[in-house]
């Protein structure tokens, strides 16, 4: 609600623009007719064109969110485009003439009647809409960023329309209140346009240090692919939680296996198939994802009747990575019985963001059920989720009836598929468990050995960093600690420390971890330019040999040739702290958080 307030309050405050000076004469030619019937049919069809039309530019921009990581540099680019007609309304008028065209022929068929006739007013208003083109046309433009990464729906269409309503109050105070208005809103215009190029020129300077790769975290926060970026963070601190963005959900999610189970993290399950499950209430409808793979967009409508499974999971999660097994397992076991497996992929990471890897992850994991891709966290926000993985259990009536956070508990979460499949009518529904023999980094862990705990490379998240003071988002020179405590770990080279992960500027270099688990994982990354960088494990000093993960060879050898998670240790017994080191033979590689098990 708050944001179709302060859309509508854009709108009003549109009017203190140079460029609303031509739309006046048509808004003062019905200032001696009775407003009902002349002048607000007039304002009723400016106000509807120009909800019309954004609404359709929003719709053809979803192909820029489609487009991937080109869509991102074709978000820039419309970005720069949007600042430059706020900085040079010459440009705007420019690139707006053919709707000028079409109003000022609209208005010539009008302007000769005669009498307060409605039909005659609202295509006045029609032209109107379209000759303020060049006033509305970067501010719409703004608007339609944020709609776009929306996702096109009826909820864009209400925000466009809030602004348009907001311009034509404005308007309807000047036409009611006549020369003393139209006075004071040309003594405001000087402020309004300085207002304008400001917004102008923050906007090409955002664009410029994107393009500049100035800071990495941006990209992910304010291109057409990834997260609503700077207008977005505004609009949550002013309390718009419906819309989200990446880094203000980053401070509240946890994977699950991060904390320990209890009441805020796992429901209790049924008691021997009984009837007790509660009603949490109606479940979202799955809106606002990007894309869908493997399946149409899923609607609420498409869904009821049948059980439904949400598995919110990002691919690189190690927790969900060790749930997927079984999750698959109860996709294909109860499919034919009316079950219905929707995987909702909130990535943690940037490159999580991209359509690309998560297609290619899916593949290799033998995902065949549907996903949606939430980067902007729509479907996140609206189940008020916090964690990965988090499995929500919906019935047939559309219900939320159980929910479970973390690793763990299958038994119990296929006795609610049973249950419910049951109370949807399902026949002969089966009482014996999946069984599921999970390998590689999809093993379950040994949590009784485990005392390391994630750990997070870039600056935003970091914890227990033993080469000394951290340098953010610039390159700087670190030394490894010698012998560092138990889960304390450090850099060696030179390392540039961004937001969410560490960056290897140049020449060769190392990161060591202090740990006890059986388990080490680590999420890396090669360059931009996707070159293969080499890398050398070592445990205590020594090859890995019989410990090594499945991305490693006996001798501690292994690539980096993609984003993802990689096993490094995989040890037969993991009862005691060990030393581990990773040496990079090559710069540009990324890391981003260990995890153990």
């Known amino acids: 609600m708050l944001i179709i307030v302060l859309a509508y309050l854009g709108g009003v405050l549109t009017i203190l623009s140079p460029c609303i000076l031509p739309v006046l004469p048509f808004v003062f030619s019905r200032a001696q007719q009775p407003f009902v019937r002349s002048g607000l049919p007039l304002l009723a069809g400016m106000a509807l064109t120009f909800a019309l039309v954004a609404s359709l530019a929003a719709v053809g921009g979803g192909w820029v969110v489609a487009a991937n990581q080109y869509g991102r540099w074709v978000a820039l680019a419309l970005v720069a485009l949007f600042g430059l007609t706020l900085l040079f309304p010459q440009l705007a008028e420019r690139l707006t003439r053919p709707l000028v065209a079409l109003g000022g022929r609209l208005s010539n068929s009008v302007q000769h009647e005669s009498g307060p006739r409605p039909a005659s007013s609202f295509v006045l208003g029609v032209a109107t809409g379209l000759l303020w083109a060049p006033c509305a046309g970067p501010i719409l433009g703004l608007i339609l960023t944020g709609a776009a990464l929306q996702g096109a729906s009826a909820a864009s269409t209400l925000l466009l329309l809030a602004y348009a309503a907001g311009a034509a109050t404005s308007l309807a105070a000047a036409l009611l209140l ?345 999420v890396l990354g090669p360059g931009a330019s996707g070159k293969p960088v080499r890398f050398r494990v070592s445990i205590d000093g020594r090859p890995p040999g019989a410990a090594h993960g499945m991305d490693v060879a006996a001798d501690g050898s292994g690539t980096v040739t993609e984003q993802r998670l990689y096993q490094l240790v995989r040890q037969p017994d993991g009862g005691q702290d060990r030393s581990f080191s990773i040496e990079f033979l090559d710069p540009d590689v990324s890391a981003y958080a260990f995890t153990f098990g």
């Open 178 to 522: 006549g020369n003393r208005i139209f006075a004071a809103m040309k003594r405001s215009l000087g402020v309004g346009e300085w207002v304008r190029r400001a917004l102008g020129a923050a906007m090409l300077a955002g664009v410029a240090a994107i393009a500049l790769g100035l800071d990495t975290g941006v990209l992910a926060q304010v291109s057409t692919a990834s997260t609503g970026g700077l207008e977005q963070k505004l609009l949550d601190r002013l309390g718009a939680s419906a819309a989200g963005g990446a880094m203000q959900a980053s401070n509240t999610m946890m994977r699950g296996a991060d904390a320990a189970p209890g009441p805020a993290m796992m429901a209790a399950a049924p008691g021997a198939n009984g009837p007790g499950l509660p009603d949490e209430g109606a479940a979202p409808a799955l809106d606002g994802a990007v894309q869908w793979l493997n399946s149409p967009p899923l609607t609420s409508a498409d869904l009821r009747g049948k059980v439904v499974l949400v598995d919110f999971w990002t691919y690189s999660c190690i927790n969900c990575l060790r749930t997927l097994p079984y999750v698959k397992a109860w996709a294909a076991k109860y499919r034919d019985q009316g079950l219905v497996v929707v995987g909702v992929h909130a990535p943690e990471f940037a490159f999580e963001r991209d359509v690309g890897n998560v297609t290619e992850a899916m593949k290799k994991l033998g995902i065949d059920y549907p996903v949606a891709i939430d980067n902007h966290y729509a479907i996140w926000r609206a189940f008020q989720n916090q964690y990965w993985p988090a499995h929500y259990f919906i019935d047939a009536k559309g219900r939320i009836r159980h929910h479970h956070f973390g690793e763990g508990n299958y038994a119990e979460s296929e006795k609610v598929i049973q249950q419910l499949l049951r109370e949807a009518g399902a026949p002969e529904v089966s009482t014996d468990i999946a069984r599921v023999d999970a390998q590689g980094v999809q093993q379950a862990p040994d949590m009784a050995g485990v005392k390391s705990f994630e750990t997070y490379l870039g600056w935003q998240r970091a914890e227990h960093f033993g080469s000394g003071p951290v340098t953010r988002d610039a390159a700087a020179v670190y030394d490894a600690p010698a012998d560092p405590a138990l889960n304390t770990w450090g850099l060696q080279g030179r390392w540039l420390v961004g937001q969410e992960k560490a960056t290897l500027a140049s020449g060769q270099g190392r990161i060591v971890y202090r740990f006890h688990a059986r388990d080490l994982h680590l």
